[in-house]
């Protein structure tokens, strides 16, 4: 009697875990992940160093099936607020953006935010009140690259130099923090002083006419030593100092920032004396980031690159294996 009740209640109880689960598979199946929509918003293309920073974001996101939407501004921080609207309104899941220029993007950042976008910053740095308005900054430390080149120089000359500056595009994080770490290292030498300072815009043709125009002004005895605070604008440095007849890298010491392949090719000729890296092959770690943000994870705020400095009896060697 007792037997043929409990019998009947394990198969109650089985036709009622039955019911209960009828029409739903024994597991669930695992939820497949989309593949993520990401923004790019780039500067422009005035260097070799941004050139290889854009192939280096496209060629990770196409190996990791990512759908990237490539934005180039030409160097204007209005067409780069446009193109972060237009990512908000295509609901992409995060934004990448290498800015322009420090200042004026609490407000686009604030949108990305209202509109939960994290927003991964390569290479340039932002000047906002709230650090919540972006995930995280992917970059190398401009000031201790100034500050390397200006260590070199000040060794290279015996502390003793008439320098000018080819500075990088005015607002831009990398020409004031190169400036800043510079003038810090030769702070250190009263016979190194910078005789003329301008804007070349991290280009090749205008530091060109920026070194032509210091040596007008200087004279051949004016200038010892430039300070480029990118190769593409050494190049082009180069090429106004042979023009006037002297020989770069011998008559002008010259060391410039990047440490891209055209750089050691200028020293492997004699004509640059030294180049401090600045690594643009930044796709891996931003979609690295990109990926973690999307997923809620809490990112530090700085993911700071390591460089180093290279000088001409290290070119030949080092070039073999440059991958930009
Ligand atoms: O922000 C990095 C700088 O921008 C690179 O040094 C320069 O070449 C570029 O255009």
């Not at 530091?207 to 030593?225: C, H, N, P, R, W």
């Not at 809490?298 to 001409?312: A, G, N, V, W």
Request: with cysteine; net charge neutral; proline share 4%.
């Amino acid at each position: 009697m007792r037997s043929s009740l409990l019998m009947s209640m394990v198969a109650a109880a089985g036709a009622f875990v039955a019911t209960c689960f009828a029409g739903q598979p024994a597991t669930p199946e695992p939820v497949k992940a989309r593949p993520l929509v990401v923004g790019f918003s780039q500067v422009g293309a005035e260097s070799a160093w941004r050139t290889a920073e854009t192939k280096s974001i496209k060629d990770e996101a196409a190996k990791r099936g990512v759908t990237l939407r490539f934005s180039d501004a030409q160097g204007r921080q209005a067409a780069q607020v446009n193109a972060l609207r237009s990512f908000i309104t295509q609901k992409v899941d995060a934004i990448i953006l290498a800015p322009v220029v420090e200042t004026g993007w609490e407000p686009v950042l604030r949108e990305a935010k209202q509109a939960k976008i994290p927003v991964i910053l390569v290479d340039r740095g932002v000047k906002v009140g709230d650090e919540s308005l972006y995930a995280t900054l992917i970059a190398s430390d401009f000031v201790e690259e100034g500050r390397m080149a200006g260590e070199w120089l000040a060794q290279k000359t015996g502390g003793k130099a008439k320098i000018v500056e080819l500075q990088g595009t005015t607002g831009a994080a990398p020409a004031i923090d190169r400036q800043k770490g510079f003038a810090e290292a030769i702070s250190k030498h009263p016979e190194m002083k910078i005789v003329r300072s301008q804007d070349g815009r991290f280009e090749r043709a205008k530091g060109k006419e920026v070194m032509q125009s210091f040596l007008k002004a200087l004279g051949k005895d004016g200038i010892t030593a430039v300070y480029a605070h990118n190769d593409d604008m050494a190049l082009g440095a180069i090429q106004a100092i042979e023009e006037a007849g002297l020989k770069p890298g011998q008559d002008i010491v010259i060391i410039s920032i990047d440490a891209v392949k055209g750089a050691f090719e200028a020293m492997i000729d004699g004509k640059l004396n030294a180049t401090v890296e600045c690594n643009p092959l930044l796709g891996p770690a931003a979609f690295d980031a990109a990926e973690k943000a999307v997923k809620g994870e809490t990112l530090p705020k700085f993911i700071k690159q390591q460089d180093r400095l290279f000088e001409q009896h290290e070119a030949a060697e080092a070039i073999k294996t440059r991958e930009y």
